[in-house]
């Protein structure tokens, strides 16, 4: 039985129709029916988590694997507030998330009602649209509500992909269970054929075409955005760099060869197609604000313009595989005037990143440990790997050899763990690994208090004492807050929280232990998840990580 809440009935029969199969619910009174709706559909799945924080990035994680809209469900008031950091990260990485929240009936907001405050539009810009469902009393406000939810989950992959809100006010009594079957609702479709070459400016083909020194740079593209067989036949043209939240393989290693030449000229591209979203190295958003004589394109699913290069000179509005496609197409049998010196100087730098990388060899250290860990990882098949922000993810892109998921959207500590705790409870048969620092981790703990862990979950804990990040910014170190304020010098451990929850805990001080328990993180098994916490000296995390850049020459 069913809720006896048209609204509520018509926002679960429409969540199935349009394949909504997955939803993260947090609790509460007044989401109650709402709850109980997704719960006893059987086309749709719960998965509980308290901490709304917390499972705004349960969801996101969960979005982030499957490659479909999932939701997440709170309860009115401040509960709504909590999930702004996810869904920011969801806006800027195009996650098609669902939120929903329950609400006070109209007349009791702002009227010293418990938990009511302003709910329609609280996410403000970081949703693709928001609507406010009507509690249906004749057959034109159903037709309402019914257009209202179309339109919402309609917008979760209208040119691109992203987050939308549905507030859903619902007036008391809350718990009456007597429908016996959700209504047969309408559900309108959207078809976005793709017009042939309409995405491709010709300006763009005719100036590839004419370049000598065609680049193709990619920021975080989602799995399915962008594969590196995608970029087979621009890359014998161009030079193509990428980081491990891209592609995952090929020019990885360009922040490297770009510390060694600094502004060298026979290096800097002429052309530039720039694919996906946010990249992680400052210094290559640096370097290309220095090309003044490059024109640089732009690829966007939505048009959105961003010019990260400050000199952006067009914007071509699709998705990246298929602008890669129609670029070639429009080349045909043109003969490409790049001049293959460019293209053969880039890939022997590149070529000696890599060498670089495996003569390096890092005393112990957080460089040493995410080493250990991708070389005994391989190329990562059949799992999933999340890297935490800061010094986790630039230690990735040196060492991970495969795509690594990373919250670069809007690039806080906050929700990497919960974003990969998330991705393990719709993934049982992929092991599922997060490596991750200490701020993030300790921020996130709540992620670990969750009934649905199982033991695909391993998490490798690179534990300095503080934000080791911090020691990278040359300055900072003058000022009296640096270690205590800013960098929240601490001496905690993960021992306790792991006891609480149930997790299978190891912990290494030398390089022998980190060796030792990185096998055993990697290949013991658990019906629970798996925590490895290393713990270094963060002086010693910079002098590493420094050297390692210092000692590479072109």
């Known amino acids: 039985m069913y809720s006896d809440k048209d609204n509520v009935n018509i926002l679960t029969s429409l969540l199935k129709e349009h394949g909504v199969m997955y939803a993260v ?7 109650s029916p709402i709850v109980h709706n997704l719960h006893v559909c059987p086309d749709i799945t719960c998965y509980p988590v308290t901490d709304e924080r917390s499972a705004g990035f349960y969801a996101l994680g969960m979005s982030q694997s499957l490659h479909s809209p999932v939701a997440v469900c709170v309860t009115s008031g401040t509960a709504l507030l909590n999930l702004a950091p996810a869904v920011a990260e969801a806006y800027y990485q195009h996650v098609p998330l669902v939120v929903i929240s329950a609400d006070r009936p109209l007349q009791w907001i702002d009227q010293l009602d418990g938990q009511t405050m302003p709910q329609p539009d609280a996410l403000g810009r970081f949703v693709r649209k928001s609507v406010t469902l009507p509690e249906p009393c004749d057959d034109e406000t159903r037709w309402y509500c019914n257009r209202l939810v179309n339109e919402a989950l309609l ?7 992203g987050p939308v809100h549905i507030n859903v006010p619902i007036s008391e009594p809350l718990f009456n269970y007597d429908t016996p079957a959700l209504p047969e609702e309408r559900s309108i479709c959207l078809l976005n054929p793709r017009c042939y070459r309409s995405l491709l400016s010709a300006e763009c083909a005719g100036q590839f075409l004419v370049s000598k020194r065609p680049m193709v740079i990619i920021g975080q593209v989602s799995t399915e955005g962008l594969m590196p067989e995608d970029l087979y036949s621009i890359s014998l043209f161009a030079v193509v760099l990428n980081e491990a939240l891209s592609v995952g393989k090929g020019g990885e290693h360009f ?10 000229p026979d290096y800097q591209p002429d052309f530039v197609l720039y694919l996906g979203d946010t990249m992680v190295s400052k210094r290559v958003k640096h370097w290309m604000r220095s090309l003044k004589d490059a024109h640089i ?12 290069s400050m000199q952006l000179y067009g914007v071509i509005e699709g998705h990246p595989a298929d602008v890669i496609e129609d670029l070639m197409d429009a080349v045909g049998d043109k003969s490409i005037q ?13 070529q000696k990143a890599s060498g670089h990388i495996e003569r390096y060899q890092p005393d112990y250290s957080q460089m040493a440990a995410v080493r250990c860990f991708e070389e005994l ?8 790997v999340h890297y935490a922000n800061s010094t986790a993810i630039r230690l990735a892109n040196i060492y991970a050899n495969h795509y690594v998921c990373c919250n670069r959207g809007v690039n806080g500590i906050d929700g990497s763990l919960s974003t990969a705790a998330g991705c393990s409870v719709v993934n049982d048969e992929f092991e599922v690994y997060c490596v991750i620092g200490d701020l993030s981790f300790f921020y996130d703990q709540n992620a670990l208090w969750n009934q649905n862990l199982h033991g695909n979950f391993r998490i490798l804990l690179l534990n300095n004492g503080k934000g080791g990040i911090f020691n990278m910014l040359n300055g900072l170190e003058k000022s009296p807050a640096c270690d205590k304020l800013v960098s929240a010098e601490h001496h905690t451990t993960a ?7 149930n997790i299978v805990y190891l912990k290494a001080h030398d390089m022998t232990e980190m060796q030792q328990g990185m096998d055993t993180l990697l290949y013991m098994e658990s019906e629970r998840p798996v925590l490895l916490e ?15 850049f210092r000692s590479f020459r072109i």
């Open 534 to 548: 290393v713990f270094t000296d963060v002086a010693e995390d910079e002098r590493v990580f420094r050297e390692y």
């Open 495 to 501: 021992e306790g929280i792991c006891l609480q929850n």
């Open 297 to 308: 394109w732009a690829v966007s699913e939505d048009g959105t313009i961003h010019d990260t």
């Open 255 to 264: 922040d490297e060869v770009l510390y060694a030449i600094g502004d060298h």
């Open 377 to 384: 990882l391989g190329s990562a098949e059949d799992c999933y």
């Open 155 to 161: 917008e979760t992959h209208h040119h691109g992909y």
């Open 338 to 350: 790049s001049t293959q010196e460019f293209k053969a100087r880039w890939d022997k730098a590149l």
């Open 25 to 31: 619910v947090c609790p509460g009174s007044r989401n």
